[in-house]
């Protein structure tokens, strides 16, 4: 029965639907004698009318084709198309009239009004019927959904309207919060309470749960969906009809909130200058291009106008997206942009590609960066972070490149975790290269927590607020420094250009921002209020998880206080205490000798010696 449905034409539909019209005609005409007594008896009557009958269907079918009635899709017939019927219903009235008129019938005007109405009431009923045949029919052969609407306002008795007539979804119930509705029937269906919805799933069975609260913020819809969805229902949502028209914007269509506006100051993007000089008509070679802080420098680089930049990336995938985005910015300033994929750890490959593209200009940002997943693996973090810059770095100095950037962290100073500790080590790697390697300047850049960078702390907060929360904050104590990935190139280039030799280049960014305070500037931002004591009723909660393994409670830029200002007043330099080049090289024996036999156990005991201020446990604010 389906498939003869679905087999009919646009055409062959229209011509049923006025072939139901016309036979309506004659029983309405047999009704309105039965109501309302003629002149002459009943058969008399309908001999009288019969000659005019073939007129009367003939211009009640023209008229139908004109008005469009027979076009109407019957899971469209609302108000628009009532009213169309009714109109076609007073039509056939008057054309009755007329013809009783010409015939000189003489049948009262009261017989031609009862006749519309009741051709009105057949037409209109046999549209209601009809559709529920096919929806029937269509339910029965392809299956249908069984749905029970959360909300029984406004929004879920439109919804509910609407999927009364839909083929293959059938809704079965309301649940809704307001108690004054329960055991009520709205747009005919029964409103249950919420606490009932495992007992009506399994006795109604229920296969899908529809969210219709719009007025419920973003996140607490979220955390009712997660709730739902544990009792093993398929669970969606719905926004607002003013949200639909767009009355009223949907959450999807907020504007994303920049990252710099959580620095708690200006931002100083503007005032550095990338020191083009010393990178235009150069080749410059990029290590880690291909993450979020690689990337930038591609971008800022090539407004310098280098002659060649190198793209080296560990990552297949992120390699083919940096260069096919920066492809067509390279075009405009004449840059010959070459992708290599490869390792920073093999000596061969480096030393190669340095030497085949006489590079002139490294700018190292390649390394492990997670505190807790390097501390969950201390070796490869190790191995990568500092064998990968002394790699880099010795094989840069021997093809005479001209200078050599390192890319470190805050972390560094005084680390109670491996990844701060390797970078460390990388830093002392630097600073040894830097006082024997007279034909290249090598230099390192400290960053603090660069917002937007993967695995910032900004976009998690925004994740986890977009699943309804809660926030997690490891302590109310913890506090960080932070600048923007833009902030972070601007000082890569600046510092780069500005090097002697050996330094550390640090940003000056304020004062640290407590994570918490973060935490609370993004939830706000998002147009959502902070659920706490004196907010029971706010969308999302802050939960506080403790301290991960190797994390500190604060950072510091510099190992001591001895500052050295530069050109720049947002930018000084630290010359720190190094180590000697036999220093060095027992560090990295030693490091070699812990990868190769798989002791993290040793591994770690190179970065207690050798790594001034490490501290292995979480370290706390000075009261």
């Known amino acids: 029965m389906l498939n003869f449905v679905k087999s009919l034409t646009l055409g062959q539909k229209a011509i049923t639907l006025l072939t139901v019209d016309l036979i309506l005609i004659p029983l309405a005409l047999l009704v309105t004698f039965a109501l309302q007594p003629a002149p002459l008896p009943l058969r008399d009557t309908l001999f009288l009318i019969l000659p005019i009958l073939p007129y009367l269907l003939a211009a009640s079918a023209l008229v139908s084709f004109w008005m469009g009635i027979p076009y109407t899709r019957l899971n469209a017939y609302e108000s628009r198309a009532v009213a169309g019927t009714a109109q076609y219903a007073v039509a056939n009235g008057l054309i009755a009239l007329v013809l009783g008129k010409i015939a000189g019938l003489g049948l009262p005007g009261g017989l031609y009004v009862i006749f519309a109405g009741c051709f009105f009431l057949f037409s209109a009923a046999s549209r209601v019927v009809m559709l529920q045949i096919l929806t029937a029919i269509y339910r029965r052969d392809e299956g249908h959904t069984r749905v029970l609407i959360y909300g029984a306002g406004t929004t879920g008795t439109q919804l509910a309207s609407a999927l009364n007539a839909h083929k293959t979804i059938y809704p079965v119930a309301f649940v809704d919060d307001n108690t004054a509705l329960h055991g009520l029937t709205v747009a005919g269906l029964p409103v249950h309470s919420p606490v009932r919805i495992r007992e009506l799933a399994n006795a109604k069975q229920i296969d899908r749960l529809l969210l219709a609260v719009p007025s419920l913020s973003q996140p607490k819809q979220a955390q009712l969906a997660r709730r739902l969805q544990k009792m093993g229902l398929d669970v969606q949502a719905l926004p607002s009809f003013s949200q639909l028209i767009g009355e009223e914007q949907l959450v999807e269509k907020l504007k994303p909130v920049e990252s710099h506006t959580f620095l708690g100051r200006q931002q100083l993007c503007d005032e550095l200058e990338r020191g083009c000089e010393s990178y235009a008509g150069r080749v410059a070679l990029i290590s880690g291009a291909g993450g979020s802080i690689g990337s930038e420098l591609c971008r800022q680089l090539l407004a310098c106008r280098p002659a060649k930049l190198v793209l080296y990336e560990l990552n297949e995938l992120a390699l ?304």
Not at 320 to 333: G, H, I
Request: glycine fraction near 8%; charged fraction near 20%.
């Open 320 to 623: 083919y997206n940096v260069e096919m985005e920066l492809r067509s910015l390279a075009e405009v300033t004449g840059t010959e942009l070459v992708p290599v994929l490869g390792s920073v750890t093999d000596p061969r490959q480096v030393r190669g590609v340095l030497a085949e593209h006489a590079v002139q200009v490294v700018l190292h940002a390649a390394a492990y960066k997670h505190v807790p997943l390097v501390e969950a693996n201390p070796l490869a973090g190790l191995a990568n972070n500092v064998f990968g810059t002394q790699t880099l770095a010795r094989e840069a100095a021997e093809s005479g490149v001209e200078r050599f950037i390192l890319i470190s962290s805050d972390k560094a100073v005084r680390p109670t975790n491996v990844m701060g500790a390797s970078k460390r080590l990388a830093e002392l790697v630097i600073q040894d290269l830097a006082t024997r390697s007279p034909g290249t300047v090598f230099t390192m850049v400290r960053f603090g927590n660069v917002l937007g960078s993967s695995g910032s702390v900004v976009p998690l907060f925004q994740e986890q607020i977009r699943r309804g929360g809660p926030v997690t904050v490891t302590d109310p104590g913890v506090t960080r420094y932070f600048m923007t990935i833009q902030e972070a190139v601007r000082l890569v280039l600046t510092a780069g250009s500005m090097a002697k030799g050996g330094e550390v280049f640090v940003l000056d960014m304020g004062r640290p921002v407590p994570i918490v305070q973060l935490a609370r500037q993004v939830i706000e931002s998002a147009g959502y209020t902070v659920r706490d004591g004196d907010a029971p009723d706010g969308d999302i909660e802050i939960v506080f998880t403790g301290l991960r393994p190797g994390e500190k409670m604060y950072e510091e830029l510099t190992l001591t206080d001895d500052h050295i200002g530069t050109r720049h007043p947002k930018l000084f330099c630290a010359r720190e205490q190094s180590v000697s080049e036999i220093e060095v090289a027992s560090i990295l024996r030693a490091l070699r000798h812990a990868v190769a036999s798989s002791d993290p156990v040793a591994g770690r005991a190179v970065i207690d010696r050798w790594v001034e201020g490490y501290v292995a446990e979480p370290q706390r604010v000075p009261s």
